[in-house]
């Protein structure tokens, strides 16, 4: 296995996440259709990602523990922090300086944690 090509989250309550990944996180839904998911786009790329109603029995489960999706972001990483705040989207934590870039963490309303990354840039001297 070499790329994982496609996530997909089961929720209790599509519409809920719907209107959170999209309203609060600004995430875009695709142009495909399922009947028993939302399918989204981030920053104007290919489908990344859905959330669904669930496969098997979620009745009194945690949802989220152990799963982190992230996602690379365009711009700085402080402005996308301000936009959340302005949402009322709860952070986990502080923006944290990675091996990889700086990073910011939410929570689902299902409990699954959203790390966004600001990524370093590539020296072009090397």
């Known amino acids: 296995m070499r790329k ?18 999209t309203e609060r996180l600004g995430f875009e839904l695709s142009d495909a ?10 920053n ?3 489908a990344s990602f859905a959330i669904r109603t669930p496969i098997g029995n979620i009745e009194g489960k945690e949802l989220g523990v152990g799963v982190s999706l992230w996602f690379a972001i365009d711009g700085k990483i402080e402005e996308l922090q301000n936009q959340l705040i302005e949402k009322s989207v709860a952070l986990l934590g502080t923006i944290n300086n990675t091996p ?6 939410i929570k689902d309303p299902d409990g699954y944690v959203i790390t966004f ?8 001297n090397e």
Do not use: W
């Open 4 to 21: 994982l090509d496609f996530a997909s989250l089961q929720v209790r309550d599509v519409e809920v996440s719907k209107t959170f990944y």
């Open 33 to 42: 259709t399922n009947p028993h998911a939302c399918i989204f786009k981030y």
């Open 44 to 46: 104007k790329g290919e």
């Open 100 to 105: 990889f870039g700086k990073t910011l963490m």
């Open 117 to 124: 990354l600001e990524q370093i840039k590539a020296d072009n």
